[in-house]
């Protein structure tokens, strides 16, 4: 198998596991006491089952599963290319690239309503921290951890992600990184 398949095979990989992670992703945090633990993991199990329940209607429909990536610059990134490949390729799903700088008059504003739409559970499933610093998303804890999920998935494992010890800087694998 070539470089660029196996390359394509392990964005596909990682894609389907963001894709579940970030259907979520709005409003999980993790917490210190034990109640709010309880009541974080029922949350999310709530919206792990509505967002399987939104991407069962639209399969039933025929419709495509749509996932947003959202970002500042997205319509001058390289990640561009590669939704429109992966768009191009796929039956199943459709990503939908939500640029915030569009219409924004600064980029402080294009920060502040993507910030905006996160927080009330409106965000993209999937952000692109691509010219943006994830410090302060991880330390206000609006990022999802990503561990419970790569642990149940039979297709990924720590192994597969070379840089895996450097995404767990931050006690937990908030990130994954297209390039090292």
Same mark, same amino acid.
């Given at each position: 198998?070539?470089?660029?398949m196996?390359? /394509?095979?392990?964005?596909l990989l990682?894609?389907?596991?963001?894709? *579940?992670?970030?259907?979520?992703? #709005?409003?999980?945090?993790?917490?210190?006491?034990s109640? &709010?633990e309880?009541e974080?993991a +029922?949350r999310? &199990?709530?919206? @792990? &089952?509505?967002?399987?329940?939104?991407? !069962?209607?639209? +399969?039933k429909q025929?419709?495509?599963?749509?996932? =947003?990536?959202?970002?500042?610059?997205?319509?001058?990134? #390289?990640?561009?290319? =590669?939704?429109? $490949? %992966?768009? *191009?390729?796929?039956? @199943?799903?459709?990503?939908?690239? +939500?640029?915030?700088?569009?219409?924004?008059?600064?980029?402080d !504003?294009?920060?502040? =309503?993507? !910030?905006?739409k996160?927080?009330?559970?409106?965000?993209?499933?999937?952000i692109? %921290?691509?010219?943006? #610093?994830?410090?302060?998303?991880?330390?206000?804890?609006?990022?999802?951890?990503?561990?419970?999920?790569?642990?149940?998935?039979?297709?990924?494992? $720590? /192994?597969?992600?070379?840089?895996?010890?450097?995404?767990? +800087?931050?006690?937990g694998?908030?990130?994954i990184?297209?390039t090292f």
């Open positions: 198998m070539g470089a660029e196996k390359n /394509k095979r392990r964005f990682i894609v389907s596991v963001a894709f *579940a992670v970030c259907t979520i992703f #709005s409003g999980c945090t993790k917490k210190n006491n109640g &709010q309880h974080t +029922e999310e &199990q709530l919206e @792990k &089952q509505e967002a399987t329940n939104e991407m !069962q209607i639209q +399969e025929g419709e495509k599963v749509r996932l =947003v990536v959202g970002g500042i610059g997205l319509n001058e990134s #390289s990640i561009t290319s =590669v939704i429109n $490949e %992966f768009n *191009a390729a796929n039956e @199943k799903y459709q990503i939908i690239a +939500e640029d915030y700088t569009d219409g924004a008059a600064s980029f !504003q294009a920060l502040t =309503v993507m !910030q905006t996160v927080m009330t559970g409106k965000g993209p499933d999937i692109s %921290f691509e010219g943006i #610093s994830p410090l302060k998303w991880i330390g206000a804890e609006m990022l999802y951890d990503m561990d419970g999920l790569v642990a149940e998935d039979p297709d990924i494992d $720590e /192994k597969d992600i070379l840089i895996w010890k450097a995404l767990h +800087e931050y006690n694998l908030f990130l990184s297209p």
